[in-house]
């Protein structure tokens, strides 16, 4: 019930194109949904975040959509960019809880 | 936002010596800490939970005497590799959140250990 599962584990897309990832997850007492991207050899760094009590949040280029009957969130990648290629992950907490990540997803971009 | 800095980013060792691995919280305070390992082109395994001023509460299946964890101030966590062998090469990363109703957790920029 702890777990998150991500797919695909690997995309690759062209310059331009849209960048899709997708997390389910199953403890219904999760309230906090943020997604990393993570560079070879680095810490991951949060890209964007969202509770349950809205459906969708955009920060520039990424937005995130959550459906929360369905228990599934993604993140979207607009104009996906080569500087974009990178590992991300999404994970799930309770507040003040354990930070549980999905598998993760490889994303490359291509010129 | 918050910084979380990680020392050393690198560190060999020979097999059957103890690696200390510091996460300090830069620019505010982190009454928890957590630490992560995390293998190749996989996904980050918690390991513990660490509390200030008091013993680290770790996941299922981490040996606590073999990565011993000391948070003794509200910025300083430390992860002793002890007897490190090989299989305990991997990539160490810590996170660290200012608390409050946000839940945002900020990384380290993760330890590399090598074990020969």
């Known amino acids: 019930q702890q777990q998150v599962k991500q797919s695909p584990q690997s995309l690759i897309v062209q310059k331009g194109g849209i960048s899709i990832i997708n997390c389910a997850y199953e403890?219904?007492?999760?309230?906090?949904f943020p997604w990393y991207q993570q560079f070879p050899g680095k810490g991951p760094a949060l890209l964007i975040a969202i509770r349950p009590d809205v459906s969708e949040k955009k920060e520039g280029r990424f937005t995130i959509s959550f459906n929360k009957s369905a228990k599934q969130f993604s993140l979207h990648i607009m104009d996906s960019q080569p500087g974009d290629s990178a590992t991300y992950f999404c994970a799930a907490s309770s507040l003040g809880g354990k930070l549980i990540f999905g598998q993760g997803t490889e994303l490359s971009v291509k010129p | 936002g918050a910084v979380v800095s990680q020392h050393p980013s690198r560190v060999i060792c020979k097999s059957g010596t103890s690696v200390k691995i510091e996460c300090r919280s830069l620019?505010?305070?982190?009454?928890?800490m957590f630490w992560y390992r995390q293998f190749p082109k996989k996904s980050l395994m918690l390991m513990a939970t660490s509390n200030e001023g008091s013993k680290a509460t770790y996941e299922q299946g981490v040996e606590k005497d073999k990565f011993l964890i000391n948070h003794a101030s509200l910025t300083l966590s430390t992860l002793t590799v002890t007897s490190a062998h090989p299989e305990d090469s991997s990539f160490y990363i810590c996170?660290?959140?200012?608390?409050?109703?946000?839940?945002?957790?900020?990384f380290g920029e993760g330890s590399r250990l090598t074990v020969l």
């Open positions: 403890n219904t007492a999760f309230d906090y």
């Open positions: 996170s660290a959140g200012q608390g409050g109703d946000t839940g945002e957790l900020f």
């Open positions: 620019d505010f305070q982190a009454t928890t």
